[in-house]
């Protein structure tokens, strides 16, 4: 979700510095993530859709697991958690016309999904609780995650 770049509003001040923004500037940034967080609940109530996404040009966001973050703020802000959930499955489908083959998790459906072993209703926070990864009917176990993980950091 493009509102929240560089993990929100939570790594602000790291972000500040490292950009060597003012103190002014880091005020107005807080301000306006928080008129943000108060904003969504008030588009999602007038029927706008919102998309998740990633930010991959800003520094300290990193594909995936910045949406794991995003999901957890629309949470904070007001969504559902399954109204979050709809931000990376339903709505992007809808938006690009293939509600008819993704989105959803039934027959004739491309597989595209994570396998969790904790109910993400309950806490958003356990969609990184991933046992399993299914990516276009293919399935990646624990296993097989760890060691794509493992095989993408930087040696030393």
Partial sequence: ???????????????????????????????????IMEEIPKAQALGVHFLAGTDVSIPYTYPGFSLHDDLQLVVQAGLTPMQALETATSNPAAL?????????????????????????????????????????GRLLDRARLNQLLEDAKVKK
């Fill in 1 to 35: 979700m493009s509102i929240f770049s560089g993990r929100a509003g939570t790594d602000l001040v790291h972000l500040a510095s490292n950009r060597g923004m003012n103190t002014g500037h880091l005020a107005m940034r807080k301000r306006q993530y928080a008129k």
């Fill in 96 to 136: 690009l016309g293939l509600s008819k083959t993704w989105g959803k998790v039934e027959p004739r459906y491309t597989a595209n999904l994570l396998l969790l072993g904790v109910n993400n209703l309950v806490d958003m926070e356990n969609t990184q609780k991933i046992d399993a990864v299914i990516a276009n």
